[in-house]
């Protein structure tokens, strides 16, 4: 990633943008202009107040020691299309054949080099929209540099889910990939995305959801200790679509996930929920920004994090009804389990309503575990340690609760377990 001027606002130092066809030059050109007007983010930035950027915009990439923990397979049961990543580059050998059912799947770097593609109204579109009201300068500099990532046009129901696996493989990698996917009326998508990507990883989603189309989005960061992770998901939802994502994040020293969302037609429900755990050196910062701009729309944003000696949790969470979107049914909840008491969690949620016919709630919440409820667990001969990771584990569940899918679920919870399991060893 380039590095920023001396000047306090200043844009980074231009790089050559990435070669390629007409459509997306313009794209890359457009976003660069974005950049360039409101600079690398500031510690003094509003909503960058409580995660230091600095890793994420140094010159080169922090080195990432990487984990030599055995992890298991992910999602090894489901039957999915799996798409290769290796520190940022896409490995055809470890991925599968691309065709299927009701889906176009490409790449962006075969895509690119076209004059002209289904996807020049989408790259950078829904990115360029969520600049507004709150500036997202590493967003736009990944649509400006990013050099791949898939483009994904579904028109059916696919028959299987898609699953991308980032694979970290280089202490000093550098990682920019560009995701967009469409879903046509009706349509139906599951994605996963797994793996901890590279030492430092800058990524962009977005998703264009047509009328009565549903997508649901899983995925996990992690295990390794030392990464350092940006990623950004945009999405737009048309009339009586549906919108789901979970995020696990286990470990890393700095990962920020970003996600906007417009709800731009009636009926339209969206929700956001995330799980994470960590201790030491782990900085996890979710920061959330829903618009409701239609009539009946319906979101959710639910967020736990567990976190031990000595680690930082953020969310910065918001929901904005616009004029005009009545019957807007808002829910929003950021909780913190504190393990010690060097951990802290920094909370930002934020309601901002312009209609008069709404149900919108948001809360905030830290603490330890509960002693009496340790107390009651021990009584019935169940040591403290695997007490206290009982109630670890039933703190996440609400959280775990938005995946509809009960196999999923089932392995999310395992995921848990595991990590617990190795915390107390």
């Known amino acids: 990633m380039a590095a920023p001027q001396s000047k306090e606002r200043a844009p980074v130092d231009a790089r050559p943008l990435p070669e390629g066809g007409a459509w997306i030059t313009a794209a890359r050109q457009a976003a660069q202009a974005r950049l360039a007007g409101v600079g690398l983010p500031q510690r003094r930035d509003e909503y960058w107040k409580f995660t ?26 489901v039957d999915r299309v799996r798409i290769v990543f290796v520190d940022g580059v896409f490995d055809a050998g470890a991925s599968d054949d691309l065709a299927l059912e009701g889906v176009r799947i490409e790449r962006l770097a075969e895509a690119a080099a076209q004059d002209i593609h289904w996807a020049r109204d989408l790259y950078g579109a829904l990115e360029a929209r969520g600049q507004a009201p709150v500036a997202r300068p590493l967003a736009a500099l990944n649509t400006a540099q990013a050099r791949d990532g898939v483009l994904i046009h579904v028109t059916g129901r696919a028959s299987k889910p898609v699953h991308l696996v980032y694979v970290h493989a280089s202490e000093t990698s550098d990682a920019i990939l560009h995701h ?12 996963f995305e797994t793996g901890p990507a590279a030492a430092r990883f800058n990524k962009v989603l977005e998703v ?7 997508f649901d989005h ?28 979970f995020t696990l994040a286990v470990n890393g020293v700095l990962t920020r996930n970003e996600c906007v969302i417009e709800i731009a ?44 000696n000595g680690a930082t949790g953020v969310f910065q969470g918001k929901i904005l009804v616009k004029p005009g979107a009545q019957k807007t ?18 909370a930002k949620p934020e309601l901002e309503i312009y209609a008069d016919d709404v149900a919108c709630s948001h809360g905030s919440t830290s603490g330890a575990i509960d002693e009496d409820a340790l107390y009651y667990l021990r009584a019935r001969g169940i040591p403290r340690p695997i007490a206290a990771d009982l109630m670890v584990m039933s703190f996440l569940a609400e959280a775990v609760a938005e995946i509809e899918d009960e196999q999923l679920r089932e392995e999310i919870m395992g995921h848990f377990e595991a990590w617990l399991e190795r915390r107390r060893g």
């Open 218 to 245: 899983l995925r996990i960061q992690g295990p390794d200790h030392e990464r350092r992770a940006i990623t950004h998901v945009f999405a737009r939802l048309a009339r009586e679509t549906v919108f789901k994502s």
């Open 208 to 214: 264009d959801l047509a009328e009565r189309a549903r």
């Open 180 to 191: 967009c996917i469409r879903l046509d009326e009706g349509a139906e998508l599951t994605l």
């Open 329 to 346: 049914d808002g829910y929003q909840i950021s909780q913190a389990l504190l393990l010690d008491e060097d951990s802290q969690f920094l």
């Open 52 to 77: 230091r950027p600095d890793d994420l915009i140094a010159p080169e990439a922090p080195r990432a020691v990487l984990f030599g923990g055995d992890v298991p397979e992910v999602f090894g049961t």
């Open 265 to 308: 037609g009636d009926d339209a429900s969206a929700h956001v929920a995330g799980a994470a755990i960590g201790g030491a050196n782990f900085h996890h910062d979710d920061t959330v920004f829903i618009t409701h701009d239609a009539e009946r729309g319906e979101s959710r944003q639910v967020f736990k994090k567990v976190l031990s």
